[in-house]
């Protein structure tokens, strides 16, 4: 892993920027099913800027997004983009053999028929690496969140889908084919034996966040987003309440899953749902009921920053790399 410690702050502009053409920044990028993240720092790891937009409906057009989000992110720190030395990208899916492109990745079909790197990279102008989008918060967390301190935590994100980052000795496990950690294909939540299942897993299935709006539109009849259900279930809203309460209880069930594996020193949660601290007493409760009452589990303080500040790590090393006249 990189020394390289990236701040969280500050979080604007250098009021005196110089154009000198030098490769002194990076540009990591958080690129989901729903929205796409990107923030600018030097190539010592200090955080300067971020943007966010919404992503295209399959992926289809995310090279020109990120393209855009790059140039508006050099003209809000006031340098060029031939200033920026390589960019990282922390996808929701797995990095093919090549790393050109990202295979399991149900909310961003478009890519596996394109090669995203080389063609983001022939639009940016320098090179671009790309990593599993949880597995890049994982690292986030490692360099400037609650896994510092921690050589063995695991990172659990939980939002459009689910995915695990693994910190073992204090290095990013990726496992034989870059899939270590996608726990959505846990055995359990749906039916495995359902080919319908197959393609986001069964436990992501049911911990999905489009999982928890069915549950309620099942019980009630309204479609409404998990954020209104978790609200309707603040107030005592039954069926809000139940349908949150299932899905700690999978939640809960991956955890003892994950933890008879891997026997981490601290689980990690992060994503839309998973950084809800309503959800951590359900998630705990649950725990209790399965007999695993002494895990430690805490909700991640970088939020959304944590897949943009691991993007900005893969790409300081991607710079080093190329410096160095090397592959990362």
Known sequence: MTSTQPRREPLGHDPHPHNSGSLDHVIGVDLGGTKIRAGIATVAGELL???????????????GQIYSLALELCDTIGITLDRVAATGVGGAGVPDTTGTTFDLA???????????????????????????DVNVSAVGELIAGLGRGHSDF?????????????IANGSLVRGAKGAAGEIGFLPFGADPLESANHVRGPLEEVTAGD???????????????PEEIFARAATGDQRAVDAVDEEARWLAAGIVAVNAVLAPELIVLGGGIGTRADLLPRITSW????????????????????????????????AAAA??????
């Open 211 to 225: 999982a928890v709006s069915s549950r309620f539109l099942v019980s009630e009849g309204s479609v409404l987003s």
């Open 106 to 132: 149900p909310n961003l079909t478009a890519l596996s028929a394109i090669p995203f790197t080389e063609r983001l990279s022939a639009l940016l102008g320098h090179p671009v690496v790309i990593e599993n």
């Open 49 to 63: 800027a971020e943007k966010r937009t919404d992503t295209s409906s399959d992926g289809s057009d995310v090279s």
């Open 154 to 166: 695991v990172f659990i994100s939980v939002g459009t889908g689910i995915g695990m980052g693994i």
């Open 287 to 318: 725990l209790n009921r399965f007999g695993q009452p002494d895990l430690t589990i805490r909700v991640s303080e970088l939020g959304h920053l944590a897949p943009v500040i691991g993007a900005v790590t893969i790409a300081t090393e991607a």
């Open 323 to 328: 410096q160095k006249g090397t592959s990362r």
